[in-house]
T-cell receptor
Framework: DQQVKQNSPSLSVQEGRISILNCDYT??????FLWYKKYPAEGPTFLIS?????DKNEDGRFTVFLNKSAKHLSLHIVPSQPGDSAVYFC?????????????FGQGTILTVHP | KAGVTQTPRYLIKTRGQQVTLSCSPI?????VSWYQQTPGQGLQFLFE???????NKGNFPGRFSGRQFSNSRSEMNVSTLELGDSALYLC??????????????FGPGTRLTVT
């Protein structure tokens, strides 16, 4: 039962353009969502988060959009840089879920070409 | 402020052996969660500790256990290792201790290979 899904295993983008990574969830109890970036042989690095009371959150080049009715969130990276090439995971948690548990999607490999 | 540290970074064990992995959270973080990452299953939640108590456990067999010390450092133990336990084991700490988890900060992981 995959409660958080990232349906695109990979995404290729040209440097300077926008990268859009998508994530869908099924559990209505989720009310907090996070995006992480992961390089090989390293742990995930927290990027940005959004609460379900908002529909948008920005931090520099990163913006996360949340559509609660569609149970969908997306991460926009503008402009994309070669250093952004990594695996991106979306994760979810909520007051209705258990302590200390993030539920992760399977990840999307982003490649930004110079 | 120092990040989450995990030791050792790499480990090779034989089937049937046991292993202990260590995690030191970010200073001031009292919640520590553990995850297993494999190519097939992705990132899977193992358990969470707060104030030396396990508050939550994922769907893993009893061979996987953990503990937390009074300084918030945590260890996880895997007994009777199986080939399928080969994975990257990640520790994460959080300042938030209420339900809902919120931001967690991850260590670099321990790469366990079982032969």
């Amino acid at each position: 039962d995959q409660q958080v899904k990232q349906n695109s295993p990979s995404l290729s983008v040209q440097e300077g353009r926008i990268s859009i990574l998508n994530c869908d969830y099924t559990n209505s109890m989720f009310d907090y969502f996070l995006w992480y970036k992961k390089y090989p042989a390293e742990g995930p690095t927290f990027l940005i988060s959004i609460s379900s009371i908002k529909d948008k959150n920005e931090d520099g080049r990163f913006t996360v959009f949340l559509n609660k009715s569609a149970k969908h969130l997306s991460l926009h990276i503008v402009p994309s840089q070669p250093g952004d090439s990594a695996v991106y995971f979306c994760a979810a948690s909520g007051l209705g879920t258990s302590y200390g548990k993030l539920t992760f999607g399977q990840g999307t490999i982003l490649t930004v070409h110079p | 402020k120092a990040g989450v540290t995990q030791t050792p970074r790499y480990l090779i064990k034989t089937r049937g052996q046991q292993v202990t992995l260590s995690c030191s959270p970010i200073s001031g973080h009292r919640s520590v969660s553990w995850y297993q990452q494999t190519p097939g299953q992705g990132l899977q939640f193992l358990f969470e500790y707060f104030s030396e108590t396990q508050r939550n456990k994922g769907n893993f067999p009893g061979r996987f256990s953990g503990r937390q010390f009074s300084n918030s450092r945590s260890e996880m133990n895997v007994s009777t290792l199986e080939l399928g336990d080969s994975a990257l084991y990640l520790c994460a700490s959080s300042l938030h201790v209420v339900r809902g988890s919120y931001e967690q900060y991850f260590g670099p992981g321990t790469r366990l290979t079982v032969t």
